[in-house]
């Protein structure tokens, strides 16, 4: 939102508007939900286990390249930004509660955009208002489909969604779930916002963007296949 604010860009606080009174028309509804907030099954094992692996071992490949190329002064910012997206990322994989990975789905978007401009490298500001953009339509998109399930099927969690005796009521809500999912993995039409992150000075940025965000949203759609 104080982006927006600063870039003038209605569209952006509109956005940033329309989530914030969707999610809280969805705790008034939900009251304080905290059953189901972690799961552990063989897809959330098999991606955590991945990204605890790929994630450290890029950190370590960033450490090098930033003080190769005398970018020292920026690690702090960067391994902030890094160590909260890998914990939002690991929070989203465990999730059994549709509100809960919301919550880890935004504190993910957040220390991503955070990653990238840790810099403040003008190449990588110019795109940030299309990325920001496109997140903020999949935010929208995801409470959407947050509001149609504790509308119609009455819980957010996962595992009694799966079993939900009337699979077809539950079509539009997936439809927005699985479109957050191919804008949070950047899959067509919405691969744009990868490649405007590929403008970031540290390449490693983007890599480890890959290994969290892009597998996160890729993890929402496997989960409701």
């Not at 391994?79 to 919301?102: H, P, Q, R």
């Not at 789905?105 to 957040?110: I, T």
Request: aromatic share 12%.
């Amino acid at each position: 939102a104080w982006l927006g604010w600063r870039w003038k860009s209605r569209l952006i606080l509109a956005l940033e508007a329309v989530q914030a009174a969707m999610l809280c028309w969805v705790y008034l509804q939900s009251g304080s939900e905290t059953a189901g907030i972690f799961a552990l099954d063989h897809l959330s094992l098999v991606l955590v286990l991945l990204l605890d692996v790929v994630g450290p071992l890029t950190l370590l490949a960033a450490l090098h390249h930033m003080e190769t190329e005398g970018r020292r002064r920026f690690q702090s910012r960067f391994f902030i930004a890094a160590a909260i997206l890998l914990a939002a990322t690991n929070g989203l994989f465990l999730s059994g509660n549709l509100l809960w990975m919301m919550f880890f789905w935004q504190l993910a978007m957040l220390a991503g955009f955070f990653l990238l401009v840790h810099d403040r490298s003008f190449n990588v500001w110019k795109n940030m208002r299309n990325i920001i953009i496109i997140n903020g339509c999949g935010g929208v998109a995801f409470i959407a489909g947050i509001i149609l399930c504790l509308d119609m099927a009455k819980t957010l969690l996962f595992r009694d969604l799966l079993i939900f005796r009337d699979a077809t009521s539950l079509l539009l809500p997936i439809s927005f779930l699985i479109l957050a999912g191919f804008i949070g993995a950047a899959q067509f039409p919405f691969q744009g916002r990868l490649m405007r992150a590929s403008t970031a000075n540290v390449s490693v940025a983007v890599l480890l963007q890959a290994a969290t965000v892009i597998n996160a949203g890729v993890y929402l759609i496997l989960r409701l296949a």
